[in-house]
Each structure stands twice: as C-alpha cells, then as structure tokens.
Nanobody
Framework: QVQLVESGGGLVQAGGSLRLSCTDS????????MGWFRQAPGKEREFVAA????????AHADSVKGRFTISRENAKNMVYLQMNSLKPEDTAVYYC?????????????????WGQGTQVTVSS
C-alpha cells in the first residue's frame, strides 16, 4: 500500500527557494512513476513535474521549467521538488502522487495514490 507524505512547504518571499519532499511510509513506491501537482484556491489541480521510477525520465510544466526540478532517491524512499526563483503565482497546495503509468503521466486522473498536500505561499 502506497502512503505518501509531503513536507517542506512554508512561507517564502518572491525570488526565494523551497525544497519539497515526499516519502512513502508503505515503502513500496520505488516501482511507481511519481508526480508533483498543485492546486490554488478556485483553480483546478495542475501538473507541475513528474519522474519515472528509475529517475531517468523527467517532465516539467512550462510554467516552472528552469525554476523547479524534480528528483528521486529510491534508496532513501524519497522524491523531491526543488523550487527556485519562486513567484507569487506559485502559491498553492502541492501534492505528491504515484502512478503506474510508465515512465510517468501528466494527467491527475492517472495517479492512484496521493499525499495530503503541503502549503506553499510566496509573498510579493
């Protein structure tokens, strides 16, 4: 059973950085593609980044390319989202999710397992 837990969110000024982390307390996600999604108030959940189970394939939304980087360390049972040059429009709840799609998927409905989310707030 995949049980995802995110951490690392918080309040940061525009231009700052945060690193989000996601772990699986069930210790089974090493064979899953992993994704980060975000949802701002009044908006739909949107794709941010994804990584294949081996970590060799990644994808990033156009809105975060060059600023955010997804990575994973299967030996540590961890997935990360490094966020640099943050903007107020990055403010949202960020979710970690797992998919059986290979190497990954950018569509939320392709992900069967979700964490509870972590709040990221970027002040101007």
């Amino acid at each position: 059973q995949v049980q995802l837990v995110e951490s690392g969110g918080g309040l940061v000024q525009a231009g700052g950085s945060l690193r989000l982390s996601c772990t699986d307390s069930g210790r089974t996600f090493t064979s899953y593609g992993m994704g980060w999604f975000r949802q701002a108030p009044g908006k739909e959940r949107e794709f941010v980044a994804a990584v294949s189970w081996r970590g060799s394939n990644t994808a990033h939304a156009d809105s975060v390319k060059g600023r955010f980087t997804i990575s994973r360390e299967n030996a540590k049972n961890m997935v990360y989202l490094q966020m640099n040059s943050l903007k107020p429009e990055d403010t949202a709840v960020y979710y970690c999710a797992a998919t059986t799609s290979d190497p990954y998927d950018t569509r939320p409905y392709a992900y069967a397992y979700w964490g509870q989310g972590t709040q990221v707030t970027v002040s101007s």
